[in-house]
């Protein structure tokens, strides 16, 4: 695929789309990438591509293509080779191996019937425990930081985590040696120097996780915003787990507007009849956060999504 490189020095962000290939993309999964692209067009900066591919027991053969594809057809070119998480294993253990060298890393043993039992909030079980080359899963120690975690969405505005009491230690490392999503997406973010962060709100938690992460290992921290979710029928969020359509080919461009229509971005109805290239272009000279700054609520995908 042909891409544009742009200067570092001319910068303002430097943003990215990261899917997991489990499935082909959905309605849910465009909004995402359409929010981050014109995104990171609208301030002149760089969009990245990411495939968060470090899961393979939940990977689907032939998906990291087909993502790449349906990008491609809705026009949502991004810069740069495609960079795949399963390439970078070794420094997900250098950065691993950084908080071992900290005392923030200790191994845990618990089983998976005791951990939900915890009901999601780790009770530091096994902190006495120091990290080892065993089968353990590798917990990191939450209780250097902050007692409250803050900072400033782009869109839902002042947010804020107890990662003691509302987490605890969490995993970075599995039981089965795989690396965990918290740390992947950190050394990465680092490692591609991303500056805009824009995702979808079922990522929220995760950020003051993801914010200490990059405190312990001296990393700039991005500027985040949390974009709504579109919903099923039945409210629930659009996912490949709750059988979410796949985005039909040859529907590109009603796929890109109705997709802007759901941000609340107003795009004129005969912009629907518009070329994928045309309605990028409009979006990205008219992208406003406003709406949904004043309105960040899950709403329904489009019908027939």
């Given amino acids: 695929m042909p891409y544009v490189v742009l200067a570092m020095s001319s910068l303002k962000s430097i943003g990215r789309f990261a899917p997991s290939p489990t499935g082909p993309l959905h309605f849910g999964s465009l909004v995402s990438a359409v929010a981050s692209f014109v995104d990171a067009r609208h301030r002149n900066g760089q969009w990245l591509l990411r495939i968060e591919d470090i899961d393979p027991p939940r990977e689907v053969a032939g998906a990291s293509d087909l993502i790449l594809h349906q990008l491609d057809s809705h026009g949502l070119g991004w810069d740069g080779p495609v960079l795949y998480q399963s390439t970078r294993l070794d420094s997900y253990a250098n950065a691993l191996q950084q908080l071992v060298d900290q005392g923030l890393i200790y191994r845990c043993q618990c089983n998976r019937q005791r951990i939900v039992s915890l009901g999601g909030i780790y009770d530091g079980h096994c902190q006495h425990l120091a990290h080892g080359p065993d089968n353990s899963a590798s917990r990191l120690l939450v209780k250097h930081a902050p007692a409250i975690s803050h900072f400033d969405d782009a869109i839902l505005g002042p947010c804020q985590q107890q990662l003691m009491a509302e987490v605890g230690d969490f995993v970075l490392q599995r039981r089965d ?48 915003a949390h974009t709504p979710l579109a919903l099923n029928g039945e409210g629930q969020k659009l996912s490949k787990q709750n059988l979410a359509l796949e985005l039909q080919p040859g529907a590109e461009a009603k796929n890109l507007w109705l997709a802007l229509d759901w941000l609340q971005q107003t795009p004129p109805q005969e912009l629907q009849q518009q070329t994928v290239a045309t309605i990028l272009h409009w979006a990205i000279q008219h992208w406003r956060l406003d709406p949904l700054i004043r309105s960040p609520q899950n709403a329904p995908a489009p019908e027939g999504y």
């Fill in 177 to 224: 040696r795989l690396f965990s999503y918290q740390l992947a997406v950190v050394v990465d973010d680092e490692f591609q120097g991303i500056t805009h962060i824009m995702r979808g709100a079922d990522l929220l938690d995760s950020t003051p996780r993801q914010i200490y992460l990059q405190q312990c290992l001296n990393y700039r921290q991005p500027q985040y």
